[in-house]
C-alpha cells in the first residue's frame, strides 16, 4: 500500500524523515506531492527500501492558473493531483484526463455532485478520500469533514469513479499505518476493503504512468514490440 | 469483592504502541492516558469508550530519542475501533505525537515480551 505525504518545504518535515517513518510502518511506497519540494527520489527510496513516486500537487486559486500548471509539470512527473476546494477547482479537476487525483475536494468550500462524480469516472480522475481532518480535528470541524466525506463516498459509490485515501500528513508525525488507516476508515462508516483499495492505488497510478512514460509505449494498446529485426516486414 | 468466576472475566487483548515525537520532549503514562481516552471518546463516543475500556498499562519514554512504546489494553473484539482511537491520537501533553501500533497479543506478558 502506499500514501501520498507532503515534505520540506511544503510539509513540516524533511523528506528522509519522512520516506523512512512511511517505511517503518509498513507502506511499500510513498508518493511525493511536491510543490515547492525537490527531493532526490531516487536516493530516498534506496536509502529506506521503499518504492518513492515523484508526484507534484497543484495548488491554485482558480482553474485558469491551474491549467496552466498542469500543461507545465505534466511531462515532468510521474503523478499529478490538483487540489480541490472549490466548486471550480473540482469541476475542472475532475474534466481533466490530464490529472491523476483531485485531492480534498471537500475542504474549504468544496463541494462534489453526481455530475462531477459521473465525470470524474469518464476521465479517470482519481477522487481523494482525505482522512486527515477525521485523524486530526475534533469537534465540529470533525463532524463537517466527516459529513463532507459520507457524501463523497455515497456519490463516488453511485459514478463507480476511482479514489484515493490519504492521511494528508502534514509532517513526519502526521503519517498513521496503513491497518490504522483501514481501522478509522471502519469507525467512520467506510468498508474496509475500500480503504485499502484506496490505498493501493497510488501505487498502481505510479505503475501506469511510469509505465505510460517509458519509451515502448505510444499510446494505450500501442505499443513498440520486442521484434524490430525479424519480426517485422 | 469476590472475584468472577473464570467464564465471566472479561477477555482482553494487549496493544502494543509505538510512541514516536520530537526529541527532547517528555511524556508520562498520565498524560498519555488521558489523550488515549480523549481520543476514544471523540471517535468512538462514549458507548463504543465504554465497550473497548482502553486503558494504558505500561509506558515507557526516552526523552533524549523522543520515543516511547506502551501496552494498552483493549476488550477482546474491540480491537479494530481501539486501534482507530489509538491512530487519532495526536498530541500528548501538548506535544505532536506519532502512534503505530506495532502488534497485538493475548497476554500482557506476551505484549511487553515480544514487541519492547
Keep these: ?233 | 469483592m469476590k472475584h468472577l468466576p473464570k467464564h465471566l472475566r472479561p477477555r482482553w487483548r494487549y496493544l502494543a504502541v509505538a510512541v514516536e515525537t520530537r526529541p527532547g520532549a517528555s511524556l508520562d503514562r498520565s498524560d498519555f492516558q488521558r489523550a488515549v481516552w480523549y481520543a476514544a471518546g471523540n471517535l468512538l463516543g462514549d458507548a463504543g469508550s465504554a465497550d473497548a475500556d482502553l486503558r494504558v498499562l505500561r509506558f515507557s519514554f526516552d526523552s533524549d530519542a523522543g520515543e516511547g512504546t506502551a501496552a494498552v489494553r483493549a476488550r477482546h473484539g474491540e480491537v479494530r475501533p481501539a486501534r482507530a482511537a489509538l491512530a487519532c491520537v495526536t498530541e500528548v501533553g501538548g506535544e505532536s505525537v506519532g502512534v503505530h501500533v506495532r502488534g497485538v497479543s493475548g497476554t500482557l506478558r506476551g505484549c511487553t515480551a515480544k514487541y519492547r
Excluded: C
Design chain 1, 1 to 233: 500500500m502506499y500514501e501520498a505525504v507532503h515534505v520540506a518545504p511544503d510539509g513540516e518535515s524533511p523528506a528522509a524523515d519522512v520516506v523512512e517513518r512511511a517505511a517503518r510502518l509498513g507502506f511499500e511506497g510513498v508518493v511525493i506531492l511536491a510543490r515547492d519540494a525537490t527531493p532526490d527520489h531516487d536516493a530516498l527510496g534506496d536509502e529506506a527500501g521503499v518504492d518513492v513516486v515523484d508526484g507534484v500537487e497543484i495548488v491554485a486559486p482558480d482553474p485558469e492558473r491551474a491549467s496552466g500548471a498542469v500543461g507545465g509539470h505534466r511531462p515532468e512527473h510521474t503523478l499529478l493531483a490538483v487540489r480541490g476546494g472549490t466548486d471550480r477547482l473540482n469541476r475542472f479537476a475532475v474534466e481533466n484526463e490530464r490529472v491523476d487525483v483531485l485531492t480534498r475536494p471537500m475542504a474549504d468550500d468544496g463541494d462534489v455532485n453526481h455530475v462531477l462524480a459521473n465525470r470524474a469516472a469518464a476521465n479517470g480522475v482519481r477522487i481523494e478520500f482525505d482522512l486527515g481532518p477525521v485523524l486530526r480535528k475534533t469537534g465540529g470541524r470533525r463532524v463537517q469533514a466527516l459529513r463532507g466525506l459520507r457524501k463523497l463516498r455515497e456519490l463516488v459509490a453511485d459514478a463507480g469513479a476511482p479514489f484515493v485515501v490519504s492521511a494528508s500528513a502534514p509532517s513526519r508525525l502526521g503519517l498513521r499505518a496503513p491497518r490504522e488507516l483501514v481501522a478509522v476508515g471502519e469507525a467512520v462508516g467506510f468498508d474496509p476493503a475500500a480503504v485499502r483499495v484506496g490505498l493501493q492505488e497510488w501505487g498502481e497510478l505510479a505503475a501506469r504512468n511510469r509505465h505510460r512514460r517509458s519509451a515502448s509505449f505510444v499510446e494505450p494498446g500501442v505499443e513498440r514490440g520486442p521484434y524490430d529485426d525479424e519480426g517485422s516486414s
